[in-house]
């Protein structure tokens, strides 16, 4: 167990809907990463906050959004579903602002866009 | 952006041998270098990791060694067991700093 959480496990939802991802990271941590594990694309950095801040931004669409708020949990927010964001959304953690130390993974959370 | 690749995609080993991935990233700026484990139905799981200022880390039957004039970095695993069965994948920091960026992954499968 790393500590870190994510709910819900499993999210099914239909096109065009927008769903709330969250993720606690472990106690004392204050980055927050969201990646996104397709088959075919791997792992994908998404974006990441650091003390409720934005710090860094990769391959995020406009339909996704996140925030970090002050108990340190975040959220991912993915709107306006398409059949191909069907994917593992997983939530990392780690104390530092940069990943130059380690990043440890929530379980994930999976979603499928019917 | 930063591109890490790594082979081989699958590997197949008999439980005892050795396993050794490997991974290739393009920015000389990288200089952390984690591999992870991901079972089925879990997150990946940090195992082991490299900074630049080393050129390899042991920790009991996993080490990993780091080139950087040729900018590669290799995972090996020696006596392996049924349960290192799993996706590894390796990843370095990215020129900006902020992010990981992934190989696409190992399935490596020990059979008994």
């Known amino acids: 167990d790393s500590g870190v959480t994510q709910t819900p496990k499993h999210l099914i939802t239909a096109t065009g809907q927008r769903v709330t991802l969250r993720c606690s990271p472990r106690?004392?941590?204050?980055?927050v990463y969201w990646y996104q594990q397709s088959l075919d694309q791997g792992l994908q950095f998404l974006i990441q906050?650091?003390?409720?801040?934005?710090?860094a931004k990769g391959n995020i669409l406009e339909r996704f959004s996140a925030q970090q708020f002050p108990d340190l949990h975040s959220e991912l927010n993915l709107s306006s579903l398409e059949l191909g964001d069907s994917a593992l959304y997983f939530c990392?953690?780690?104390?530092?602002?940069?990943?130059?130390?380690?990043?440890?993974f929530g379980p994930g959370t999976r979603l499928t866009v019917l | 952006g930063e591109n890490v690749e790594q082979h081989p995609s699958t590997l197949s080993v008999q439980e005892g041998d050795s396993a050794v991935i490997k991974c290739t990233y393009s920015d000389s700026a990288s200089n952390y270098f984690p591999w992870y484990k991901q079972e089925l139905g879990k997150g990946p799981q940090l195992i082991i990791d490299i900074r630049s200022n080393v050129g390899e880390k042991k920790d009991q039957r996993i080490a990993v060694t780091l080139n950087k004039t040729a900018k590669h970095f290799s995972l090996h695993i020696t006596e392996t067991q049924p349960e290192d069965s799993a996706v590894y994948f390796c990843?370095?920091?990215?020129?900006?700093?902020?992010?990981?960026?992934f190989g696409k992954g190992t399935s490596l499968l020990v059979t008994p």
């Open positions: 990843a370095a920091n990215s020129n900006s700093g902020y992010a990981l960026n």
């Open positions: 906050y650091y003390n409720g801040e934005e710090r």
């Open positions: 106690s004392g941590d204050l980055s």
């Open positions: 990392a953690s780690s104390v530092a602002e940069f990943p130059r130390n380690e990043q440890f």
